[in-house]
């Protein structure tokens, strides 16, 4: 018996080692890793670059408590982030995941509408179904009724308005039931809830942590930023699973040229080597907090040297690599792929991605999109099937009965075209 208390119902599998695309269990068996473990590790495994900058790291000093010091290895990250941000976001604030990412812009929100004089604005909304972390703070933003409800005496759960249908594939803006674009049920929201109580909305540019890899449709991202500029809402991007190179793009938001307020990253940029989140801002979020008294935030392990020394070394493999570029080729060969394996498999109602962020779901009638029903558990037995073949890849249940159980296939960025033949044979 383990005394390691996890989530997950008895998997037992034990790692043991794992470089590039692969992984070996204690047994000596070998997976293709399909899913980056949670869509983090962009650049592979036991990069020989990454680990030599942590080891370089690690001689110089793994700790420096951010009151007291700002390290090398957190200053040049933040300057090679920003570098890589649209324009003007520049100032960066590291922490040590996505959930702290998320909860570091809610209060940097907030903290900027109380130094403007305008601290009756406090409602973030978000879309449902979504994920954005799991502080009370990321969690009241998160779109998913059964993570939110046991904690409601806790925080008070945010505004929600709908994500587009995902097997509609980004084609349909509109809203069947309601024949409205997705983008102006926000406008729409934002009214309905008074306009000066809202601070933010924010979004995933491609949803990927619950709708699976749900590219927005036609306008939506554009639209959003339009009606947010009109509300004085500020947007915020999370891109804690598309940035760092997913989509094809360093963040998912450049695909569609839009500059969001706040930009929070974590699981790409430290590619699994260490613990890393970032939110990233600029002088006129930023300023007027600091001008009021400083911002009342911070982790113990907010620009950990080691974590920052790890994330320099992802950054430069992503464009030494050109791991952008490699994921938007191998991606549109990976979605072509799995659309063949929806020809064969009638099950199979939707395919769609954007770069390595791709997804399949299952549902019972293509054109109605009704899920299959919850009993077949054929999500789960695709994975497992999967698993006994060498091949691990992400599956999801229906959320709120919104969306259908998918299988997210989100393999390292150092893909080629004979790990996608690995991929589809595992799936097939
Ligand atoms: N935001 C998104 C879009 C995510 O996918 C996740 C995690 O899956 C988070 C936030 C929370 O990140 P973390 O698990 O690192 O706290």
């Known amino acids: 018996m383990s005394n390691l208390f996890y989530q997950g119902r008895g998997r037992k599998r034990v790692l043991d080692q794992a470089r590039g695309v692969y992984m070996w269990d204690k047994n000596g068996r070998r997976y293709l890793d399909g899913s980056s473990g949670a869509m983090v590790c962009n650049i592979g495994h036991s990069n020989e670059n990454v680990l030599a900058a942590m080891q370089r790291q690690m001689e110089k000093s793994t700790f420096g408590y951010r009151l007291h010091f700002e390290t090398e290895a957190s200053e040049r990250l933040a300057a090679r982030l920003a570098g890589k941000m649209p324009g003007g976001l520049n100032r960066v604030f590291f922490v040590s995941g996505g959930s702290e990412a998320v909860e570091t812009a809610i209060k940097l929100a907030r903290q900027h509408a109380l130094a403007i004089g305008e601290g009756s604005r406090w409602k973030i909304i978000s879309r449902a179904p979504s994920y954005h972390g799991c502080t009370l703070g990321a969690l009241a933003t998160t779109g998913y009724a059964p993570l939110t409800e046991p904690f409601e005496p806790l925080m008070r759960v945010m505004p929600k308005i709908p994500a587009p249908r995902a097997y509609l594939d980004g084609l349909d803006p509109a809203d069947p039931e309601t024949g409205r674009?997705?983008?102006?049920?926000?406008?729409?929201?934002?009214?309905?809830?008074?306009?000066?109580?809202?601070?933010?909305?924010?979004?995933?540019?491609?949803?990927?942590?619950?709708?699976?890899?749900?590219?927005?449709?036609?306008?939506?991202?554009?639209?959003?930023?339009?009606?947010?500029?009109?509300?004085?809402?500020?947007?915020?991007?999370?891109?804690?699973?598309?940035?760092?190179?997913?989509?094809?793009?360093?963040?998912?938001?450049?695909?569609?040229?839009?500059?969001?307020?706040?930009?929070?990253?974590?699981?790409?940029?430290?590619?699994?080597?260490?613990?890393?989140?970032?939110?990233?801002?600029?002088?006129?979020?930023?300023?007027?907090?600091?001008?009021?008294?400083?911002?009342?935030h911070g982790f113990t392990y907010a620009g950990n040297p080691l974590a920052c020394a790890a994330g320099l070394a992802v950054l430069e493999e992503i464009d030494r690599q050109d791991l952008c570029g490699n994921a938007a080729v191998m991606g549109d060969r990976l979605l072509a792929r799995l659309h063949g394996l929806m020809q064969r498999h009638e099950i199979i109602g939707d395919v769609r991605g954007k770069g390595l962020l791709t997804a399949f779901e299952f549902m019972a009638d293509r054109v109605t999109g009704a899920p299959l029903p919850r009993a077949l558990n054929a999500y789960q037995r695709f994975v497992d099937i999967a698993y006994d073949r060498g091949l691990i890849v992400y599956s999801r249940r229906t959320r709120d009965g919104i969306d259908g159980d998918h299988v997210l296939v989100c393999p390292p960025l150092i893909l080629n075209e004979s790990h996608i033949d690995e991929i589809i044979d595992g799936l097939d």
């Open 181 to 296: 674009h997705y983008a102006d049920m926000l406008a729409a929201r934002i009214e309905a809830e008074g306009a000066d109580s809202v601070l933010g909305f924010i979004v995933e540019p491609v949803g990927g942590a619950s709708t699976g890899a749900l590219v927005p449709p036609e306008g939506y991202l554009e639209r959003v930023r339009a009606i947010c500029d009109d509300y004085g809402v500020l947007m915020i991007m999370d891109e804690v699973m598309t940035g760092a190179g997913r989509t094809g793009a360093f963040l998912g938001g450049d695909h569609w040229g839009v500059r969001p307020d706040i930009v929070v990253m974590s699981k790409g940029i430290g590619s699994g080597y260490a613990p890393l989140g970032a939110m990233i801002a600029d002088d006129r979020l930023v300023g007027p907090v600091l001008d009021a008294g400083g911002f009342a």
